[in-house]
């Protein structure tokens, strides 16, 4: 089961979510402040570190593979 890194863009706090699997669609909320705003760090992936200011949150549930540019 993979663990993703995410941070909270209300409060900053950096948390981890446990996905029971790459499609889970768990709703990601931050721990301290409860915002669903949370972007997801992406310490594997490349190339979506600059798109995270548009549509983040919608992105932070998904795996990276199904939601990069088609
Ligand atoms: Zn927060």
Do not use: H, Q, W
């Not at 409060?11 to 972007?39: I, M, W, Y």
């Not at 997801?40 to 549930?61: H, P, Q, V």
């Amino acid at each position: 089961m993979p663990i993703y890194e995410f941070k909270c863009r209300k409060c900053g706090e950096p948390f981890e979510v446990l996905f029971r699997s790459r499609e889970d669609k768990t709703v990601v909320a931050c721990p301290k402040c409860g915002s669903k705003k949370a972007e997801r760090l992406l310490s594997a992936f490349a190339g979506k570190i600059g798109n995270t200011s548009a549509g983040g949150a919608e992105c932070g549930s998904c795996a990276a593979t199904s939601c990069g540019p088609s």
